[in-house]
């Protein structure tokens, strides 16, 4: 498996080189040492090469490492390009955008990516990357065709870090994809010119997309339903009620929504079945696989071109090219090769949630499998299939649960009842919807075929939604750290030497980290329940407040019924997740007013009043000073009052007042922290 080998060293460069951008000082003359060591052992004479053997191979190891370093710093310097941009970008000047993709309705605004080009004095254009331009909501639709060219008078924001705890960072997030910058346009600061940039071939692939689009909404009237079948077949997700796709989550059956291995492999069994009538004979066989691999590809751009669809694609590839040369490899070194030339080309996916599950669900059933469907034997063929579904599902399950821990906090009770509905019957939907979309002229086929697949997904649906809703159908707030991730795949390696391959060494390899891993969620818990913070949220519409005691929480909002005061897309869970919470309480703020709250023997200030004869003089001392809804009250005045040396602006503020608050605290040498700019507050006492 020497594909499997090669990541060994090769992922570890990757990541030193995502996250430590200086190494690349030091990769240069390790990789040209270790080149010199390998030219030396293979010069001398072979009895002499074989006994520095060691020595070779762990310079060829290090060339590796130092390759994936490389690769990894290609990455960072695009973003560093970039990055200078970010700190002139302040008026507005002329760009011209081209459509990367067509304008695209998403919660309630036309927005689409664009690449963007500065217009310079001398008709001169700098190319400044990626940003998301997000149309006006008033007035018609703005339908805006892939390749269109836009002139632009408008501000362009860097995306900004507003982070809360636990809020998922869409910053990086647009960043390993090249988007650095975004614009709010208004009705004037955009023209459409003539003409289009776009190429031949994604203008094929968005067209086909927007035609199949309209075929699933003609004849799928449900909006619950039509929303599925969009993300089922091409994984658009605009269209999908956020209940649906939680509910998935939850059950463990998010897989069916996402486009990965299991549609691509249906489709390709679909069009090997197809394309076998004529036989595999001869140049048959190179004619089959001229049909059925591009198909594959151009249906796996065309559904986003995420990870795990291009590692499902890429081993159909190389299964095919197998076929033929009618030779079979090794099913772990491909899978090993898929992730080898993927990382080569990006290798940010190795970040990336879908990616890693993808491999590692792919990967456990290759190791697994066959020894589960070994452990029982059924004579009857209905009983024998399905006994190999529920196989395949459990020995999926071993080296994704790990990660399932650590990403969703989370874990499915009942995932293998759920799949062992929901993967058959999204199977025949999925056949459906291919079917209706090459019958859809015959319109009295395609309405009862639409009419059949609404039901269906229905009922798929309803079932999710029950399983989804027993009581303890999932064990939640599970908290572990990648350390702890690590251990957990150190012992089901042990596991699988111990009863797999009746190694003794396996058992001790299980059980010394199974020591390790309960020594580390000790640590894990002890801090937990010693925590003492002060977080002030960054939230729009009023004043966040979390006070943290170990395990219990408080969080003081102006009105803590409300979702819109939670944070992260109204969802509290994340703080409470991130700061490993068992207990969150919801107390409500006075609206107005100066408010204290005393925490762990520190005093906190909450100013929110206009004017200063509203205040309750005099001021006690206090060790943090919150100042909130642009009051008009001097920071000077407050500091002679006080004299508090942390000073925190919440994200009821306007970035005006904000300016003028830094420019007092540095006249006074005085701690400031704006949530608006630089992300919830967070303070250990």
């Known amino acids: 498996m020497p594909f499997v080998r090669l990541l060994i060293p090769f992922i570890p460069g990757i990541l030193t080189g995502l996250f430590n951008p200086s190494i690349i000082i030091w990769l240069l003359p390790l990789a040209i040492f270790a080149l010199i060591l390998i030219c030396i052992v293979n010069m001398l004479p072979a009895w002499k090469a074989w006994k520095w053997g060691l020595v070779r191979g762990i310079a060829l190891n290090i060339l590796i490492f130092s390759g994936g370093g490389f690769i ?48 310079l004095p001398g008709r001169q254009k700098i190319n400044r990357g990626k940003a ?19 002139v632009i008078n408008a501000r362009v924001q860097p995306m900004q870090h ?13 960043a390993r994809q090249g988007i650095y910058y975004q614009l709010f346009l208004q009705d004037r600061e955009f023209q459409i010119l003539s003409g289009n940039t776009g190429n031949w071939f994604n203008h094929f692939l968005f067209n086909t997309k927007e035609k199949i689009l309209q075929i699933l909404q003609t004849n799928i009237k449900n909006k619950e339903a039509v929303g599925l079948a969009e993300a089922l077949l091409i994984g658009y997700r605009n269209d999908l009620d956020q209940s649906v796709l939680t509910a998935y989550a939850n059950t463990g059956v998010v897989h069916v929504i996402a ?29 089959q696989f001229a049909i059925v691999i591009p198909f594959l590809w151009i249906f796996s751009i065309m559904t986003g071109g995420s990870a795990s669809v291009i590692r499902s694609a890429f081993m159909f590839s190389l299964l095919g090219i197998g076929g033929l040369i009618e030779k079979k490899g090794n099913p772990l070194n491909t899978l090993g090769a898929a992730a080898f030339l993927l990382l080569s080309f990006q290798p940010t996916w190795v970040l990336d949630t879908g990616f890693q599950l993808s491999f590692a669900a792919v990967a456990s059933i290759i190791v697994y499998y066959k020894s589960i469907r070994q452990l029982v034997y059924f004579r009857n063929p209905a009983a024998l299939k399905c006994w190999e579904m529920i196989a395949v599902t459990l020995s999926a399950q071993i080296l994704t649960t790990p990660l399932i821990f650590f990403y969703f906090k989370q874990f499915p009770v009942f995932f293998l009842l759920t799949n062992l509905v929901a993967v058959p019957l999204s199977g025949w939907i999925l056949l459906g919807e291919l079917l209706l979309c090459i019958l859809y002229p015959l319109q009295g086929i395609a309405i009862k075929l639409g009419f059949v697949l609404e039901k269906s997904i229905l009922l798929l649906n309803a079932y999710v939604f029950r399983m989804d809703s027993i009581p303890f159908s999932s064990i939640r707030d599970i908290y572990v750290l990648p350390v702890q991730v690590f251990l957990l795949y150190v012992i089901v390696f042990g596991i699988t030497l111990w009863l797999r391959l009746k190694l003794k060494t396996g058992f001790w390899i299980m059980f010394s980290s199974l020591l390790l891993f309960s020594i580390a969620s000790l640590n894990q818990n002890l801090r937990i329940y010693r925590q003492q913070k002060l977080v002030i949220l960054n939230l729009n519409g009023g004043p966040a407040l979390l006070l943290v005691n170990g395990k219990s929480g408080v969080l003081l909002t102006n009105k803590p019924g409300k979702a819109n005061y939670a944070p992260n897309n109204n969802k509290p869970e994340t703080v409470k997740q991130y700061f490993k919470l068992r207990n969150l309480e919801k107390e409500e703020l006075p609206a107005g007013g100066m408010i204290q709250i005393s925490q762990e023997g520190r005093s906190i200030l909450i100013c929110r009043d206009k004017e200063i004869n509203k205040l309750p003089l005099p001021l006690p001392k206090t060790d943090f000073f919150i100042l909130s809804s642009n009051t008009g009250i001097s920071m000077e005045f407050l500091f002679q009052k006080t004299h508090c040396q942390n000073w925190i602006a919440d994200g009821t503020n306007s970035m005006w007042k904000i300016q003028e608050w830094k420019r007092a605290a540095e006249r006074l040498h005085l701690r400031f922290h704006s949530v608006n700019e630089s992300g919830a507050f967070i303070h250990d006492f």
């Open 259 to 287: 486009i990965s291995g299991l549609h691509l492999g249906l489709l390709f069994e679909v069009l090997m079945s197809l394309t076998s009538i004529w036989g595999r004979n001869g140049k048959k066989k190179w004619l």
């Open 162 to 174: 507003k982070l809360n705890p636990g809020q998922f960072d869409y910053v990086t997030y647009y």
């Open 132 to 150: 998301i331009l997000y149309f006006p909501k008033e007035g018609s639709e703005i339908q805006i065709p892939y390749g269109s060219i836009l």
């Open 72 to 119: 990894a710093q290609t990455v960072n310097s695009r973003q560093l390009q970039n990055a200078e941009f970010t700190s002139v970008q302040r008026k507005e000047k002329t760009y011209l955008a081209t459509m990367d993709e067509p304008s695209q309705k998403k919660n309630g605004r036309f927005r689409a990516v664009a690449s963007l080009f500065e217009i």
